[in-house]
């Protein structure tokens, strides 16, 4: 999710060297900050029987045509306009006592219907999923279905994501004053599971600024990419197990992959490594609802080099990875009028950008995030 706090080197490098958000979302982030303590457990969405939603709002399921747009099963077109919702992550938290998300309330989804949402990017976290190496916390998932049947009573589209900053909630710096001279503490963000943190004990000092480059974060993203000690794996699992909870429910209109994965080696060397992941999500995902009437559409992003744009942007190509393009959508980020815009081409420019680069691969783009900072009155 995007953040501008300390990004001045990141510049959306997605942005910079091909695209970033085809903003249709915007982000309702709620983060706490300061220094190290362990992540904090965002409050439940209280979990209820599953709500009689009226026949006029009643949703149909959602998949891609092979004209690049969104359809549900009776071929009308979907347009999928909403926010972020992030009150089911699990985020670091500086400041002890201190929630670092807000619950949803009732009043919140009443609030999004009446102003016309049609989705919500609804942000899951891997630490939640599997706190413990190999178990699935079926409660947590709980939440994650409460939400989806809340947003459907109101006849509001969920699209789950995966999402992550800087890898994990779990690599903070723990003595700032540690930090040399041209490095800077790192605060935690979300992601992965402690237990999948493998940075080799290396620094978590910033670089740069960008999250994304302390030396810690860098080794634990090609551990991950690597399979070291099967974590790859398990977060292939994970995401079989998310998909079997929710195979057949056409409320959720999909299943984002990984939010704003990083590139943290040369892309060529990244690329068949990348591809080979997305191919065991998405087989693990199609393989949990083999059973259901209909499959969920599946969202990949680009990985990105925001620590150090020299290392070039992976673009995943289906073919490439010997996947499907049906029900398969891109979904990048559009920071174009925000965080930076090197392209110079502003949110409508990248937007062309990325619709012309995904046509070549023969899928929509539905982006996830945008950031869009004038307040002009014009506006």
């Not at 009643?58 to 998949?63: F, M, N, R, S, T």
């Not at 992550?89 to 998300?101: I, S």
């Not at 620094?203 to 634990?220: D, I, K, Q």
């Not at 937007?351 to 009155?377: Q, R």
Request: glycine share 10%.
């Amino acid at each position: 999710m995007g953040d501008g706090s300390g990004q001045q080197g990141r510049v959306r490098a997605v942005v910079a060297i091909v695209a970033a958000v085809v903003g249709l979302v915007a982000a309702v982030p709620v983060v706490g900050a300061a220094s190290g303590a362990p992540p904090a457990v965002a409050p439940a969405v209280s979990v209820g029987a599953r709500a009689v939603v009226p026949a006029e709002l009643e949703l149909v399921a959602v998949q891609t045509s092979s004209d690049r747009r969104f359809v549900d099963l009776a071929g009308r077109e979907v347009l999928l306009r909403g926010a972020n919702l992030n009150s089911l992550g699990e985020y670091w938290q500086g400041v002890p006592g201190l929630d670092p998300t807000v619950a949803v309330t009732d009043a919140d989804w009443d609030s999004m219907a009446a102003h016309g949402f049609s989705v919500v990017r609804l942000l899951v976290t891997w630490s939640r999923l599997e706190p413990t190496r190999g178990t699935i916390d079926e409660a947590y998932l709980d939440e994650v279905e409460a939400a989806v049947d809340a947003a459907a009573a109101r006849g509001i589209y969920t699209v789950i994501d995966m999402h992550q900053d800087a890898y994990t909630a779990f690599l903070s710096t723990a003595d700032p004053a540690a930090c040399p001279p041209g490095t800077a503490p790192a605060k935690g963000w979300d992601g992965a599971p402690a237990w999948a943190v493998l940075d080799d004990g290396l620094s978590t000092c910033l670089t740069n600024g960008e999250r994304n480059s302390s030396p810690a974060v860098n080794r634990a993203w090609n551990n991950f990419y690597d399979d070291v000690d099967g974590i790859r794996g398990r977060f292939v699992a994970t995401w079989g197990a998310v998909a079997e909870r929710f195979a057949g429910r056409p409320e959720v209109a999909g299943y984002d992959v990984l939010n704003e994965p990083e590139n943290p080696r040369p892309a060529a060397e990244l690329t068949p490594i990348y591809e080979a992941f997305l191919a065991e999500v998405i087989g693990a995902i199609r393989a949990a609802e083999a059973g259901a009437s209909f499959d969920h559409v599946i969202f990949i992003e680009p990985a990105l080099p925001a620590a150090d744009p020299s290392r070039g942007l992976v673009i995943p190509d289906p073919a490439r990875a010997g996947v499907s393009t049906e029900n398969l959508s891109a979904s990048v980020h559009n920071y174009a009028e925000s965080i930076g815009d090197p392209l110079g081409a502003g949110i409508e420019g990248t937007n062309e950008i990325v619709d012309d680069l995904t046509a070549g691969l023969g899928v929509p783009n539905w982006g996830g995030e945008y950031g869009f900072w004038d307040t002009s009155a014009e506006t």
